[in-house]
């Protein structure tokens, strides 16, 4: 079965820290893996997008990984700032499909 | 910048009602999609559409579903006969490639309840 899973389901830091975000997927065949940014009661804005042969991207602050080997992606935020607090979306795409599967998010706060 | 814009932003209706929610794509794009996400769950697929026919659909779009593309800018969609578990925010979202290589870009949704 598709799916992607996130960790941790929740995180809390203080501003100016970094973070990591997890995302394990078990999709095939893969196209694509994308990490977005959703604010409470808006929709996804895409943050990174990473293609099979590629292992890291950044975009600011925010830097992805994937391992396609494990199946493995990351989402590392550095010197965090309040606008910083969001649902963090870790989206991967079926190479056979149209169809994007969105795992569940990460609720991140960032607190002063 | 470029964005998906969807009205209304919040719309109520009666159980077994019509409703038709419309999205504008980015006007250069040629891939159109709905999703939805139930409150505290993930983002589900429902439909994908390009050259005026439904490319994909998932087991969630039934008959009770429908999209157009009216004209040259709107998208809809349409849910025939409203049921209490249709209350969600939709999301219409446009690519302007098949396999969304530069991402799909999203529109600000509409949260439909349905009473």
């Known amino acids: 079965k598709n799916q992607v899973e996130q960790s941790p389901q929740s995180l809390i830091i203080l501003e100016g820290k970094n973070c990591t975000l997890q995302?394990?997927?078990?999709?095939?065949?893969?196209?694509?893996l994308r990490w977005y940014k959703q604010d409470t009661g808006r929709g996804p804005v895409s943050l990174t997008i990473?293609?099979?042969?590629?292992n890291t991207k950044s975009n600011g602050r925010y830097t992805a990984t994937l391992d396609a080997d494990t199946k493995q992606s990351s989402l590392h935020i550095t010197a965090s700032q309040l606008s910083d607090s969001a649902s963090y979306i870790c989206?991967?795409?079926?190479?056979?499909?149209?169809?994007?599967?969105f795992g569940s998010g990460t609720r991140l706060l960032v607190r002063p | 910048e470029p964005e998906v814009t969807q009205t209304p932003s919040h719309q109520v209706t009666q159980m077994g009602q019509e409703v038709i929610l419309r999205c504008v794509p980015i006007?250069?794009?040629?891939?159109f999609y709905w999703y939805r996400q139930i409150l505290g769950q993930k983002v589900e697929f429902l439909v994908s559409?390009?050259?005026?026919?439904?490319?994909?659909k998932s087991e969630i779009f039934d008959d009770q579903f429908s999209v157009e593309r009216p004209d040259g800018s709107n998208f809809t969609l349409k849910i025939r006969s409203t049921k209490l578990e249709d209350s969600a925010m939709y999301f219409c979202?446009?690519?302007?490639?098949?396999?969304?290589?530069?991402?799909?870009?999203f529109g600000q949704g509409t949260r439909l309840t349905v009473v």
């Open positions: 979202a446009s690519s302007d490639r098949a396999r969304d290589l530069r991402g799909a870009f």
């Open positions: 995302c394990n997927y078990t999709v095939s065949p893969f196209s694509n």
């Open positions: 990473m293609t099979f042969s590629e």
């Open positions: 989206v991967v795409s079926l190479g056979s499909s149209y169809k994007l599967i």
């Open positions: 006007s250069n794009h040629l891939y």
């Open positions: 559409f390009y050259n005026n026919e439904i490319s994909e």
